[in-house]
């Protein structure tokens, strides 16, 4: 059977695909996907990218599998490097850390000059993202975060416009830190999500007050009394 079924944090990013999109799925994995995505007519062509071995041998034989070879090219590169430029109208990047995905996109800034739309799934430090997407003129239109399999995910959609717009009405530092559509909607996986994150950091902040100071310690505590700061302001 021609199917595939998504996990729900890669649905969440499929949905965000615009229709007759050309597609590059940059760490494709089994590309599941670009495949969902061709299967499902929200991409009219695709591309999975890969930097190791077994993924991208994993990836093509998902492609080959289900007779899509000719709608999906399966590319072994490190990050944007897979695709030429002006290819790709729709970039998805997901299932990595927030510091690897900055460093894809500002290594791979020449091929995004044609890219209308950026889906990007963190799993952790979605703040590196923002402000880079902040800093190079990518306006954030929308965020989601989810839960699952005891992991909060935050999902995060950007096109090229005015990066401060989304911004408008909120704090600057504690919405890039935390999200300006999420502190708006604030739901339940988000309250979860930043009342763990305040504990966390409390509690390490407690920590750093019992050991000798030095000037590296009085900065790192500095950063932490700020940051908590930022989520006590939108928590209140």
């Not at 940059?26 to 991409?43: E, F, K, T």
């Not at 965020?143 to 704090?171: F, M, N, Q, T």
């Not at 920590?207 to 030095?214: D, P, R, S, V, Y």
Request: with cysteine.
């Amino acid at each position: 059977m021609k199917d595939i079924q998504l996990s729900n944090r890669l649905l969440t990013v499929a949905n965000y695909i615009p229709p007759y999109s050309v597609l590059a799925d940059i760490g494709s994995d089994h590309a599941y996907l670009p495949c969902y995505a061709i299967l499902n007519h929200l991409a009219k062509k695709a591309i999975a990218g890969e930097i190791n071995d077994g993924p991208y041998q994993a990836a093509f034989n998902q492609v080959a599998r289900l007779g899509l070879l000719s709608k999906i090219s399966v590319r072994k590169g490190d990050g944007l490097s897979v695709l030429k430029k002006n290819e790709a109208t729709c970039i998805t990047i997901a299932g990595m850390g927030g510091t690897l995905i900055k460093k894809i996109l500002e290594e791979g800034k020449e091929k995004l000059s044609k890219v209308e739309r950026l889906i990007l799934q963190p799993n952790i430090y979605a703040i590196e993202i923002r402000k880079w997407l902040y800093e190079n003129g990518w306006e954030l239109i929308d965020e989601k975060i989810l839960e699952e399999d005891g992991h909060i995910y935050e999902v995060l959609v950007a096109e090229k416009g005015v990066p401060s717009r989304s911004y408008e009405g909120v704090s600057l530092e504690s919405a890039i830190l935390m999200g300006p559509f999420l502190i708006k909607e604030r739901n339940e996986t988000f309250l979860k999500k930043w009342e763990h994150e305040l504990y966390h950091w409390e509690q390490v902040l407690k920590q750093l007050n019992e050991a000798k100071e030095t000037d590296v310690l009085i900065k790192k505590k500095s950063e932490i009394h700020h940051m908590i700061s930022c989520i006590k302001e939108v928590m209140k």
